[in-house]
C-alpha cells in the first residue's frame, strides 16, 4: 500500500478547510490594523505650511491689493452669514451663521500694497491657520506669494489625502476671488511650491473675550465715511 493510498478519506477537506481558516484570519488581521491605523489618524490631528505661487499677467499691484481686501473683508462672506467687527480697533472680525456659528478673523498685518497677514479660527471643529500674502510687481503684472500655516483635525486631514495638492486649495479660492473681481477671463497658474509638515501645532488659539460675541452684526465692514 502506497502512502497515498494510506491517507484517510477526507484529508484534503479538512487541509483546504484550515488553510481557507488561515486566510480568513490574516485577513481579519490586516482589516483590524488598518482599521486601527484609520481611527488613529481621525483623531490624530495635521499641521503644515504650505506655500502658493501665482502671477497675474497685466494688472497693477494697486488694483490687486483692493481686491485682494474687498476678498478677505465682507464681500467674501458665506452665503447666508452675517458679518461683523469685534473690536473698535477693526482687527477682528466675524462671519457667522444664525445659529452662531461661523469663523473668526485677526488682522495681524496690513501692509498696503504688499503684504497682507490675517489668522482664522472656526468654531465647528478644531481647526485654526495664518494666511500670508506677499505681492511684488513681476514684469507686466504681479506676483502673489501665499502662505498658509494651518492645523486641521484628523478627519479634514484623511480628507485632504484624497485629493492631489489639496493645501494648496484655500490659495487657490482666495486667487480666484481676486481674478474674478478683476474682471480677468483668463485664469492665472496656481503653482505649488512646497508644503512642510510640522510635528506640533502652527498656530495659537485666538484668546478671546466671549463678550465680543455680544454685539450686532454689521452687514459692512468699511467706515461710513467710505460706504457708498
Known amino acids: 500500500m502506497t502512502v497515498a493510498q494510506a491517507a484517510p478519506a477526507g484529508g484534503f477537506p479538512i487541509i483546504f478547510g484550515l488553510i481557507v481558516i488561515a486566510i480568513v484570519v490574516v485577513v481579519a488581521i490586516v482589516l483590524v490594523t488598518a482599521l486601527r491605523r484609520m481611527l488613529g489618524g481621525v483623531h490624530k490631528p495635521r499641521s503644515f505650511t504650505a506655500v502658493t505661487e501665482v502671477t497675474l499677467s497685466g494688472a497693477d499691484i494697486g488694483e490687486v491689493w483692493r481686491a485682494l481686501a474687498d476678498v ?79 492645523d486641521i483635525p484628523g478627519i479634514i486631514a484623511m480628507m485632504l489625502r484624497r485629493r492631489p495638492n489639496a493645501e494648496h486649495s484655500m490659495a487657490g479660492d482666495l486667487v480666484g476671488d481676486i481674478v474674478r473681481r478683476l474682471g480677468h477671463e483668463e485664469p492665472p497658474e496656481i503653482r505649488p511650491v512646497d508644503i512642510a509638515e510640522s510635528p506640533e501645532p502652527l498656530v495659537e488659539p485666538l484668546d478671546l473675550d466671549p463678550e465680543l460675541f455680544g454685539s450686532e452684526a454689521q452687514t459692512d465692514p468699511r467706515p461710513e465715511s467710505e460706504r457708498a
Open 72 to 150: 478677505e473683508n465682507e464681500s467674501s462672506r458665506p452665503q447666508g452669514t452675517s458679518f461683523r467687527w469685534l473690536d473698535e480697533g477693526r482687527t477682528l472680525y466675524r462671519f457667522e451663521d444664525s445659529g452662531g456659528n461661523g469663523i473668526t478673523w485677526l488682522i495681524i498685518e496690513e501692509k498696503a500694497p504688499t503684504r497682507s497677514v490675517r489668522q482664522y479660527e472656526l468654531d465647528a471643529m478644531p481647526m485654526r491657520g495664518i494666511v500670508e500674502v506677499d505681492l511684488d510687481r513681476s514684469g507686466a503684472g504681479v506676483n502673489l506669494t501665499i502662505t498658509h500655516h494651518c
